[in-house]
């Protein structure tokens, strides 16, 4: 409770708009990503006094993927982006980002950082790199990527001393699994519709 009560400011506003992000995404809103946007931007400043630098590069891609991902669910077409599931070629670039980036971070964390978690920090990242990328395709599997990614997040930002954000993680391990049960759902309604 006290490692709470120390929180900064900066904090618990990025862990606010991460919360915001995800609860938008699971109602299926673009909203989702002006929150994250927001969220991100404030996480950075927190995760570089953590020294936490592939979490930093993950967040600069989280904002990447987030302009480019709204842009590509509001305005790409007339009508919104389905969900769908992963076909076997994007199966294959999602394998390309896990693997380039866990090497480009490990490599890059080992020589360029002062980071005592090298390993761990590139794993988490890479993960959330393809799992983002799914979110942004509209993939229903960018849950179990995210998932996966925020499974082994926990206990690094406990590590670190960042206790907002593990709980922020932890809830947005819960919501990975709504997120994924409720776009499932949407799926569905929309094979029925066009039946």
């Not at 992000?21 to 990503?33: E, G, H, L, T």
């Not at 842009?71 to 969900?83: E, H, L, M, N």
């Not at 794993?123 to 499974?151: D, P, Y």
Request: charged residues 15%.
């Amino acid at each position: 409770m006290k490692q709470i009560q120390q929180a900064t400011i900066a904090e618990w506003l990025g862990v606010s708009f991460g919360v915001l992000q995800v609860w938008f995404s699971r109602q299926n809103k673009s909203i989702n990503y002006i929150f994250g946007i927001i969220g991100i931007l404030i996480s950075v400043y927190v995760l570089f006094h953590a020294k936490l630098y592939a979490e930093i590069l993950l967040h600069l891609y989280y904002l990447i993927m987030s302009i480019y991902g709204w842009i590509y669910w509001k305005y790409s077409r007339d009508v919104a982006t389905p969900i769908t599931h992963c076909e076997p070629k994007e199966w294959w670039i999602v394998g390309g980002i896990c693997a380039a980036g866990f090497l480009l971070f490990y490599f890059g964390l080992v020589h360029l950082t002062d980071s005592d978690v090298p390993l761990w920090d590139s794993a988490v990242s890479c993960t959330a790199w393809a799992g983002m990328w799914l979110l942004a395709k509209r993939k229903i599997e960018n849950w179990i990527l995210l998932n996966i990614s925020n499974l082994m997040a926990i206990p690094l930002l406990i590590h670190k001393g960042l206790f907002l954000y593990s709980g922020l993680t932890l809830f947005l391990f819960v919501m990975a699994f709504s997120g994924y049960f409720n776009w499932r759902r949407i799926i569905r309604e929309e094979r029925y519709a066009i039946q």
